[in-house]
């Protein structure tokens, strides 16, 4: 099972920018599909982007489309979530997940292994 551990979670004005990292280790980036969640209080764990395994395209919640961007970089076995035009409302912590091969990839079932989780607070 892969290890994740994210980074990069801050305090951030609305309408700014973050990007939060998923560092992988104990596996090839490559050889899974990426997720991303995110958990506010009080709330359960939503789905936010995708990037399933050898799909070549992402997936993205209505909630961040055309705000965020899942991407990976291979050779830092590192996967991104960069977000702009922030809201209060996206305010969680936000996680990292894989899974190997499959179809599913916006449920939390769909993943095995997760990280830690990155704090994102957007202040007004």
């Known amino acids: 099972q892969v290890q994740l551990i994210e980074s990069g979670g801050s305090v951030v004005q609305a309408g700014g920018s973050l990007r939060v990292s998923c560092l992988v280790s104990?596996?090839?980036?490559?050889?899974?599909?990426w997720g991303w969640f995110r958990q506010a209080p009080g709330k359960e764990r939503e789905f936010v982007a995708a990037?399933?395994?050898?799909?070549?395209?992402?997936y993205y919640a209505d909630s961040v489309r055309g705000r965020f961007t899942i991407a990976r970089d291979d050779d830092r076995n590192t996967v991104y979530l960069q977000m702009h035009s922030l809201k209060l409302e996206d305010t969680a912590v936000y996680y990292c997940?894989?899974?190997?091969?499959?179809?599913?990839?916006?449920?939390?079932?769909?993943?095995?292994?997760w990280g830690q989780g990155t704090q994102v607070t957007v202040a007004s």
């Open positions: 997940a894989a899974r190997g091969y499959g179809g599913g990839y916006s449920f939390t079932t769909d993943y095995d292994s």
């Open positions: 104990g596996g090839t980036i490559s050889s899974y599909g």
């Open positions: 990037l399933p395994y050898a799909s070549g395209r992402a």
